[in-house]
């Protein structure tokens, strides 16, 4: 914890903790693709065209990304869990207005809402562990959030899918909202106040824009998240391209698709939780210490082998994009580039955080966006005339290798002092 006087919850409580929060770090996202499978009677519905039907998920997309920036700091200055409840409502009463929409263009409006109060579940969420937990511990808590919110991607379009068996879009979102009031009831339960008034910023929004700016001014913090931000552009490309790839160009049917989309979500899981392993094998006198540098030290070292075996593994996609390899030569490395997302996140999650003191809530909002529209904007403009196997894996080649040599070049920086 990063404050005197401060009592972490116990270990009863720190296990209900973390699965919560997981669960809120996920429903943002999982709001953006449960209604996958329904666009196109959506687009019917309101009779409009496909591609403002995908707008819809722009929209959320864009709240999921900027929202960050707002609740963050808002956290900052009245503590975790006032507005976390308060996001977790609006994205309830966001939901139910979405089922009700009447036409495109409010529907696009309130996806935006939806998406911006989505936002505070993944920026709060960080915080709270940034506040419970310090080294190898809060990393552990950050792979917690990674695993649970790593099966988004899998679960919400079967959701969706299994929705539409028995009602249409509108039902989906009357659905989100059920989801979201059981959320809210789970944040009031297992969600305590986790940042003292001690604290707390005060001032209004001019203290907020020194909250984000002081995080762009921490060298050490920015160094790790836009590391994070270009690992996860590689990312991105492979859950923004895969489909397109696997589909048109290796002849992959929608339902072998969902499988190889669902093995490698797995590999997150599976990521997440190696990067436990590794960083638990801190000795304990060094976590143990305020800010545990050999914990610090070892999470940046893994970090650096992960991003090489990654840069590695889309030269492999690359090469075998190019010799028109059988297609177990292309999934094999995309698994693997996969679960190594399931490390890079929680571990420089904890590392950028480990570098701030105070205002904690508007460093992860920064964390957060940056890590979204990177990723997000990237793999779309790269595709404006196409998706194939070659650009995919060329995109992911050239993420990974500056996210390595970033952190590569910035050592001295980096490392912990003490």
């Known amino acids: 914890m990063s404050g005197p006087g401060y009592a972490a919850p116990g270990a009863p409580r720190r296990r ?27 687009g019917h519905d309101l009779a409009t065209t496909d591609a403002l039907a995908q707008v819809t998920m722009s929209a959320c997309l864009i709240g999921l990304a900027l929202g960050q920036l707002i609740w963050g700091p808002i956290s900052d200055r009245y503590g975790r869990r006032r507005p976390l409840l308060w996001a977790v409502a609006g994205f309830t009463v966001a939901a139910l207005g979405c089922a009700v929409a009447p036409s495109i263009g409010i529907l696009i409006a309130v996806r935006l809402v939806q998406g911006l109060c989505g936002a505070a579940g993944i920026a709060i969420a960080r915080a709270v562990v940034h506040d419970v937990s310090v080294g190898a511990e809060a990393t552990a808590g950050y792979a917690t959030l990674t695993a649970i919110a790593g099966a988004a991607p899998v679960l919400a379009p079967l959701l969706g899918g299994l929705l539409l068996g028995f009602t249409d ?19 009031a339960l297992c969600v305590p106040e986790t940042l003292p008034a001690a604290e707390r910023t005060t001032g209004g929004v001019g203290s907020d824009l020194r909250g984000i700016g002081a995080a762009f001014a921490n060298g050490p913090f920015l160094v790790f998240a836009f590391t994070l931000s270009l690992a996860t552009a590689g990312f991105f490309t492979y859950l923004q391209m895969s489909s397109f790839v696997l589909q048109e160009e290796y002849g992959v049917g929608a339902q072998g698709f969902a499988l190889i989309f669902a ?20 000795p304990n006198r060094a976590r143990r210490r305020t800010r545990p540098a050999a914990g610090f030290d070892r999470g940046r070292t893994i970090v650096l082998w992960s991003l090489t075996l990654g840069t590695t593994a889309a030269a492999v996609v690359l090469l075998s994009a190019l010799l028109r390899s059988p297609l177990p030569w292309l999934l094999a490395p995309l698994f693997l580039l996969v679960a190594l997302h399931g490390v890079n996140n ?65 050592g001295r920086l980096t490392r912990a002092r003490g």
Not at 169 to 186: K, N, P
Not at 352 to 361: D, N
Not at 386 to 401: E, I, P, Q, R
């Open 16 to 42: 209900a903790l973390l699965p919560a929060l997981g669960a809120l770090s996920a429903f943002g996202p999982i709001s953006m693709d449960v209604y996958i499978p329904a666009l196109p009677e959506l």
């Open 169 to 187: 879009w509108r039902g989906i979102f009357l659905a989100l909202a059920v989801i979201g009031g059981a959320l809210l009831l789970t944040a």
């Open 263 to 282: 093995v490698n979500a797995g590999g997150i899981v599976l990521g997440a939780w190696l990067s436990r392993r590794l960083v638990r094998r801190v």
């Open 346 to 410: 929680p571990t420089l999650t904890a590392l950028a955080l480990g570098r701030v003191t105070r205002g904690a809530g508007s460093a992860s909002a920064v964390l957060g966006t940056l890590a979204a529209l990177l990723g997000a904007l990237v793999p779309p403009l790269l595709s404006h005339s196409g998706v194939s196997a070659t650009l995919m894996g060329a995109t992911m080649l050239v993420a990974l290798a500056a996210a390595l040599t970033l952190l590569s070049l910035t």
